[in-house]
Each structure stands twice: as C-alpha cells, then as structure tokens.
C-alpha cells in the first residue's frame, strides 16, 4: 500500500474504483427484492441482470470510439454519469411498464460498461507513470491492490443494501416466497436499487483529481 499510494493518480483511481464498486454490488444485490416488489414479477429478475450486464458486450467498440474522441478520463466520468442519471430514472419504476424499466435498466448497463472498460484501462497507465518515476515496474502490487479493492467494495454492496432494508422495516421470510412489504419497505426496496448506487457510482468521480 505505501509503494501504490505513492502514486497518486492510481491512489485517486482506485479509491473512485472502489466506491463505485459497492454501488455496483448494492444494485446486483437488490436485482431480486426490486423485482419482487417494485415491478411485480420474480422472472423479471432475470431481465433486469440480463439488461445490465448485456449491453456490455454490445456498446464496447461504441466506448472505444469514444475513448479515442475524448479521452479516458472524460469517458471514464460519461459512463458514470450516465450509469447514475438513469439510475436514478429507475425510481420511476413503479408507475412505468415494466418493458421501459428494461430499457432504462439497459441504459444503466451501457453506462456500465463504459465506467468498467475505461477504469480498468487507466491502470496500466498509471503502472507505466510508477515505472518512469522509480525506475522499477511493480504492476503486481497495483494489479492486486486494484483486485483486493474491487472484491472488497463489491463484498460491502450486498451489507449496504441489507442495511437500507433493515433501517426501512423491510420483513424477511423463511418460507422461500416474498413477504408482503408495507409501503415504507418498498420504498427501502426502490431506493436501495436505484438512488442509492446511481449517486455512488456517479459521485465517486468526485474523487478523480486533475491529475487522473
């Protein structure tokens, strides 16, 4: 830690990193409550997962495009922003056809896939800078520094989600089918898959200096 936090754009990276990683791992984590009990259908579990993680396989030569157009930094903060500006749409979720909350979820996954590809594609780079600075290429540390945060912020999301439930009165269930939930539960439900990591993956660009 001391040898990759000397390096302070990669210390600036991998902190956003992280922070974005569990509002990534608080969404997964409420993909099944949220089709429970926001759109009203357990097999809508499956299509929300599919439209967050599908559209990363499509839009990735459109992210390379532009990546070459602006750069990696600024196409790094345009996948976050549009990852957590849709995000927040979802909170509409409950008076919208469940086919629109697919495509808004969709969205999300664009922007997904856009904060991943280009967040992992600035750590090489700040592995070259650390390597012009001291002379010796140390990509291990910083590789699995990068993969230790990543599990560890994704790890937290799940505890970040269960935390909201629990401070909105939601009511578990040991019988394998939902528990009918008052409205302020649902409403722990809705804004634990939507507001809650729309405005961590979004703000933690905030945590991006010029030097990034």
Not at 57 to 75: D, E, H, Q, T, Y
Not at 174 to 197: C, I, N, W
Request: charge should be positive; include cysteine.
């Amino acid at each position: 830690m001391r040898i990759a936090f000397a390096n302070r754009p990669f210390r600036a990276l991998l902190l956003c990193w992280i922070v974005q990683a569990v509002g990534v791992g608080t969404m997964l984590a409420g993909v099944r409550y949220f089709a429970d009990h926001v759109v009203g259908r357990s097999s809508a579990a499956t299509f929300l997962f599919a439209a967050f993680v599908g559209p990363a396989l499509l839009v990735m030569p459109l992210w390379s495009r532009v990546g070459r157009r602006i750069g990696k930094r600024r196409s790094l903060i345009a996948g976050s922003l549009v990852f957590g500006g849709f995000g927040v749409l979802m909170v509409a979720a409950p008076v919208l056809p469940a086919v629109l909350v697919y495509l808004i979820a969709a969205v999300v996954g664009v922007g997904y896939a856009g904060q991943q590809v280009f967040a992992m594609a600035m750590l090489p780079d700040f592995i070259d800078v650390d390597t012009e600075r001291t002379g010796s290429r140390q990509a291990g540390v910083f590789s699995g520094l990068w993969t230790a945060g990543e599990t560890f912020g994704l790890a937290l999301g799940p505890g970040v989600y269960a935390l909201i439930l629990q401070l909105f009165g939601y009511v578990s269930s040991s019988t394998g089918t939902a528990a009918v939930q008052d409205a302020t539960a649902r409403l722990g439900v809705l804004l634990g898959f939507t507001v809650v990591p729309a405005v961590l993956v979004a703000a933690a660009i905030l945590l991006l200096n010029p030097q990034t």
